[in-house]
């Protein structure tokens, strides 16, 4: 947000993070993005909320987030040497007037990562960093994980858990498209 001129300030969303039964990747990732979106947006009723939510997909399961270290080789093992869809959704809510619901725009990216092959102390030697604790799949391409991935196909925000074109289309659809912010003379 900040290198697109964009302000902001974090508010984390306390929501529960699992997949419903039968949901798909793409509703699942949406439908977290909303919930978190509207968990702070009472707090910031007067202003713009953005929330963001983000699966890996391998074989028609959904990966969330690991558990502890384990769940995160294992992870990393399964989608070593494989390539895995990576879903991010986003939700931007806007201002409130009194007595009515804020406006709400909702959708989903995705990108294909393909990993490289690698062996278990690969992925123990990752996991050990503490880097996929808080990330889908287990890994962040915007650190350490980019030495795991081979090809990317698609968005890397997208990967990275912010697709920039799906934010740009959203803010669009709000009435509210990007403009880029030219520096003034001499500045």
């Not at 925000?157 to 289309?169: A, K, M």
Request: glycine fraction near 12%.
């Amino acid at each position: 947000m900040a290198s697109l001129g964009i302000d902001f300030h974090v508010h984390a969303a306390n929501v529960h993070e699992t997949v419903q039964e039968g949901e798909s990747p793409h509703a699942c990732a949406q439908r977290l993005s909303v919930d978190k979106a509207r968990a702070v947006a009472g707090e910031y009723a007067s202003e713009w909320v953005l929330a963001g939510d983000t699966v890996v997909t391998i074989g028609g399961d959904t990966l969330g987030k690991p558990r502890d270290e384990l769940d995160a080789i294992a992870m990393l093992m399964r989608l070593q040497g494989r390539t895995h869809h990576v879903i991010s959704g986003l939700a931007l809510i806007g201002p409130a007037p009194p007595f009515t619901e804020a406006p709400t725009f909702a959708g989903t990216q995705l990108t294909v990562v393909t990993f490289r092959s690698f062996g278990a102390d690969t992925a123990r030697a990752y996991a050990s960093t503490g880097e996929p604790a808080d990330k889908a799949g287990g890994y962040g391409i915007q650190g350490k994980g980019a030495t795991l991935v081979d090809r990317i196909d698609g968005d890397y925000t997208c990967i990275v858990g912010l697709p920039v074109p799906l934010l740009l289309r959203l803010l669009e659809q709000a009435g509210r498209p990007y403009r880029f912010t030219l520096p003034t003379e001499g500045g």
